[in-house]
Structure formats: structure tokens, C-alpha cells
């Protein structure tokens, strides 16, 4: 009997016991080597034909917050809370429901592991808390628990990695929702202010920092680096804004899409200007009543296919919850749906607007892709995160489930079993109609709403939120995915979560893989196909992204971003 489950991530045919036996040697094989990170730059790092997830730690202490301790840091008296727990994790997080702008900044380790799991080794970006560095160093942090960041890709070339955080020290609180340095936003209750910054990495270990002063108010979630024949540029992914409407014009440029120049220079001699957004959407381009300047764009996801820059949004009241394509030829959605144009290329440069803008914001560049859903937030039924073409036809989509946490006692988990959208998302495209259709969701072995434990995680009932603390998978996340030579792809994800923990973005998540058939266009999933843990956050740290390691080839063989042989 043919083995479905890693059928195709293996370097050579296996009969099926021996998937079974690597597979369950994963799965027992001990983490804790990752807890503290190692790997030495300037030495090959990254090996071609693993994987590579961004994971951070938190530093479990006490002292990092004090009880009635003042926030957000340096807040107006009529902005600040009160905190009502200390630094220890997970109850730091019950301050989040306190404060809005509630995070602290954490270290980040990129883990390289085999397609079935073994750990390989694990690179620790650079930031305050390792030897040498001081605070002229270049650094990184991402905030924990901003569930939307960390987001990996590799380079349109296939030589880097690329990621996304601020400059900033560890353990400094409330830094996601702080301004940046040249777009200020006096209504901002986080009145700090600290760049967000790109990552780029190659396989020898070898860091590279790029400033930005976008996303003012919110995070980068993710960030693509498009070599654009050796003047390479980032494309870029987030949100921006944190105070009141109407947004300052520097937020309001910072939201969403953006492009920027790649900076070889040390982050202490760089002096980024104005954010240079490369693309926005409006709901008016779909006849509906403008609302809040600048949160149409909540983007939380990117890719590029065929020479098409791809974001998804998926979160937050405002815009629409669904999968978009920016229009470099003006002619794509006249009417704000449509299908990319064969032949347009990348876009290179910003968009182009003048200031002072208009009440309505940036002009529209942007198209929901025709037969994805095209209603307003408020009334969505799908949250779509990270998103994978295997081809032309067919798209794979991670839906992070609905996140709710509303009802009491164990309704959270009953909840999230019941979604139907939640899982790994397969779209196909109907050449007969000329639009994008769903053909089922992936969600066996996902066991969605079923409560599972961590070691030294809490169990019982959080007496702050008066749910209980168990995590529990709600959906997925970040996703990145292979051709098979067997007629199958595998997809890698990483889990969302509900809980009772007052920020569910804290909570241990996992890495899962699942085999599908690509020519299954049906509307029924498999029943054999079955998604299978690789690995589980430990206590204190959460998993978010999941990219190839630089040279892999993905053959049979495509680079998912430009389709050509590597």
C-alpha cells in the first residue's frame, strides 16, 4: 500500500514503514537543543533542502514588568494603564488586555531542520543580550506575541532569506505599536519610537539590516527581497497606525504594501526617509463607503508567482479578508476584482501619489483576485494568512481560523472544532468561468479545537480571562510548500491558536506537514490525507514562519516566486 503522507519530501524512494520510522524518530527527537541556539557565521549555515522556521524565546523574568508599573513606556497620563502582573510567562500576557499596545520584544532564532523534522542547527539573530553586542550593533528583535510576524521567504534568486522586526534592545515593552522615528502620530497612546528593519541572510550566516520608517504604529509582518538584476529591492507586507482618525499622512503612507532599496550599510549609519508604499486598495474600488484612511491595507502575508506581487489580508475591522495582486499595467480591475495581466512585470518603484493626500488616501493599485471573497471584514467568514501556488492553477491557502475566545469555560475549543474554512485552504482556478474557486479545506490530523499541554505551561483556568489555559489549534498560519515528482505536493505550516491566555499570540504552536494530490481538483479532501506534527513550541518560545533553506531546489521542479528551474 503506496505511503500518502511524505511521499515526496524524502531525497529517495522509501517504503513506507521507513517514512513511518523517520517520521515517529522526528517526532521523539529532543528539541532543548534549539533553546539556546548555536551556529557560527561565516561558516555554512543553511544547507540546501531543509527547511528554515523563525522561532523567538522570551526572556522569563520577573522583573520585566512590575505590577501598576505605568504603560505603554513614557504614556500621557490619560493614556496609561496600570500593568496587573509581572514579567513571569505566560501571566505577563494578562496584561494585554489592559494595555492595547501590550508586547515585549524577544530574541530571534532561525531553526534549519530536515522536511521530516530533524533538527540540523539553529542561528541566533543578533541582538542585546549576546556578547559583543552593544548598542551601536546591528540587532533585530521581533515583538512577543505579534502572531503575524517572522514571516520567512527566500529571495526571488534563491540565495537569501529574508525576515522582518525592529531596531531595538530585548526585553523593551510595547515596541510593536510604537511610532517610527519620521512618522510620528501625536494621537499614538505608545508614544516611543523605533525603526522597523529587513532582515537578509545568506547560508553562511552572514546578517544584513535594512531601516524603514513604515509601518508606524504596527508591525512588518513579512518582507520579500526581489534581486531586480542586482539592485536588489524588498517587497514588503504589515499594518501601520495606532492612533485616531483621520491617520497623519506619514501613517497613512507607511500602511500596507511597501518598497524599499536594500542598505548594505551598518544600522547605526542609516537614515531612512518618508515609507515608500508600493501599492493600496480602497473598498470604494468595489462601490462600498469609504472607511478608516489606511486600514484597507492590513496585510499580514506576500508571495510572488510569475512575476505577480501577491498580499493577503486577513484580520482587523476594516477592508475585506482576502487574497490581492498589485496591477503594475492599470488595467487589471477597472471594478477592484480581477486576474493579473500575463506578461506585466514586477513593479520596481513606488506608487506614485502627491501630498497633500486626498481624503480618500492613495490611489488604488491593487485587485482582489477574481473569486476571492469580496465582502467587508465585518461580516467575513474566511481569515486567510500565508499562501502557496503550487502552479498556475492551483493555490493553497492557510486559514488561521476565526481566533475567538468569546463564551466561557471550555465553548473556545467546541468553537474552533466547528469551523469548516479554518485549515489549509486548496483554490483552483476554472478556466471555463475565468476566476478562483475553492475546492475543499485540509484539516485532518489538525485536530482543531482539541486542547493539548506543554511542559511547565499552565494548565486549569486562567483567573484573568476565566478560560481555560490549554492551547488549542485554531488554524494556520505561514505556509510554504513543494512539487513532488509522484504528481503530489507537501505543504508545511505553522498552527494558530485559541486559549485562555490573555494573548493568544503567546501561546506554544506547532509545525505541521501535509501531502496532497495537485491533480485532485474535486470538492471532497482525501480521507488518507492526514497532517502530522513535526514539532511543538516549548514553554516560553512560539514558531512563525517556515521557508526553504537558500539553493533548495523545489523541482520538480519550480522557484516558487519566478517558475523557472533553479
Known amino acids: 500500500m503506496k505511503s500518502h503522507a511524505f511521499s515526496g519530501i524524502f531525497p529517495q524512494r522509501l517504503p513506507s514503514s521507513a517514512v513511518a520510522a523517520l517520521v515517529l524518530a522526528a517526532l521523539a527527537s529532543p528539541f532543548t537543543v534549539f533553546a539556546q541556539g548555536f551556529g557560527r557565521p561565516g561558516q555554512l549555515q543553511f544547507y540546501p533542502g531543509n527547511l528554515v ?19 505603554p513606556p513614557g504614556c500621557a497620563p490619560a493614556n496609561c494603564v496600570s500593568a496587573v502582573s509581572n514579567g513571569t510567562f505566560p501571566y505577563i500576557f494578562n496584561n494585554a488586555p489592559v494595555d492595547g499596545s501590550f508586547g515585549i520584544t524577544s530574541r530571534i532564532y ?28 546591528d540587532q533585530l528583535v521581533t515583538s512577543y506575541s505579534s502572531k503575524s510576524e517572522l514571516e520567512i521567504h527566500l529571495s526571488t534568486d534563491g540565495k537569501y532569506l529574508s525576515f522582518a522586526g525592529y531596531v531595538a534592545p530585548v526585553n523593551q515593552l510595547d515596541v510593536s505599536n510604537a511610532n517610527t522615528p519620521l512618522a510620528i502620530d501625536p494621537t499614538n497612546p505608545d508614544p516611543q519610537a523605533y525603526y522597523r528593519a529587513s532582515a537578509r541572510v545568506d547560508r553562511w550566516g552572514h546578517f544584513d539590516f535594512t531601516e524603514t520608517n513604515a509601518y508606524s504604529g504596527d508591525n512588518q509582518r513579512a518582507v520579500i527581497l526581489y534581486d531586480n538584476y542586482g539592485d536588489p529591492l524588498f517587497y514588503a507586507a504589515g499594518n501601520a497606525g495606532n492612533g485616531s482618525n483621520p491617520q497623519p499622512e506619514g501613517v497613512v503612507l507607511g500602511a500596507g504594501a511597501q518598497i524599499y532599496n536594500f542598505v548594505e550599510q551598518p544600522e547605526v549609519d542609516q537614515a531612512p526617509g518618508l515609507p515608500t508604499p508600493v501599492g493600496s486598495f480602497s473598498v470604494t474600488e468595489l462601490g462600498d463607503k469609504a472607511d478608516k484612511v489606511g486600514k484597507d491595507d492590513n496585510f499580514r502575508a506576500e508571495t510572488v508567482f510569475n512575476n505577480v506581487l501577491y498580499y493577503v489580508k486577513g484580520s482587523g475591522g476594516n477592508g475585506v479578508n482576502t487574497v490581492y495582486f498589485v496591477d503594475t499595467t492599470g488595467t487589471a480591475c477597472p471594478n477592484g476584482v480581477g486576474l493579473p495581466v500575463p506578461g506585466a512585470a514586477l513593479p520596481t518603484m513606488p506608487l506614485s501619489y502627491s501630498l497633500p493626500l486626498p481624503s480618500t488616501g492613495l490611489p488604488s493599485n491593487m485587485c482582489i483576485l477574481k473569486g476571492f471573497p469580496t465582502n467587508l471584514a465585518k461580516t467575513a467568514t474566511l481569515f486567510p494568512f500565508g499562501i502557496w501556488f503550487a502552479n498556475a492553477t492551483t493555490l493553497y491557502v492557510a486559514d488561521e481560523g476565526d481566533g475567538s475566545t468569546s463564551g466561557t469555560g471550555n465553548t473556545l475549543y467546541t468553537h474552533a ?3 469548516t474554512t479554518a485549515g489549509l485552504q486548496k483554490w483552483v482556478f476554472n478556466s471555463t468561468t475565468g476566476e478562483w474557486q475553492m475546492a475543499y479545506v485540509l484539516t485532518n490530523g489538525l ?20 478560560l481555560p489555559w490549554s492551547p488549542a489549534t485554531d488554524g494556520l498560519r505561514n505556509i510554504v510548500g513543494k512539487v513532488n515528482g509522484d504528481g503530489t505536493v507537501t505543504v508545511w505550516a505553522i498552527t494558530s491558536t485559541v486559549s485562555g491566555n490573555g494573548d493568544t499570540g503567546a501561546d506554544p504552536d506547532k509545525l505541521v506537514a501535509i501531502t496532497d494530490n495537485l491533480a485532485n481538483t474535486g470538492t471532497v479532501a482525501p480521507a488518507y490525507e492526514k497532517f502530522i506534527t513535526l514539532r511543538t513550541a516549548g514553554f516560553g518560545e512560539v514558531l512563525r514562519g517556515v521557508a526553504f533553506t537558500p539553493g533548495t531546489d523545489t523541482s520538480y521542479g519550480r522557484n516558487p516566486y519566478q517558475g523557472n528551474h533553479w
Open 53 to 71: 522556521v523563525t522561532r523567538s524565546v522570551y526572556d522569563n523574568r520577573a522583573a520585566n514588568v512590575t505590577v501598576g508599573e505605568q504603560l
Open 447 to 466: 485536530n482543531l479545537g482539541v486542547p493539548y499541554t506543554v511542559p511547565g505551561y499552565p494548565t486549569g483556568t486562567n483567573s484573568a480571562t476565566n
Open 110 to 137: 532561525l531553526d534549519q531542520m530536515t522536511p521530516w523534522g530533524w533538527p540540523v542547527n539553529s542561528l541566533e539573530v543578533p541582538n542585546s543580550l549576546m556578547r559583543g553586542i552593544t548598542g551601536s550593533s
Open 417 to 419: 472544532a466547528a469551523q
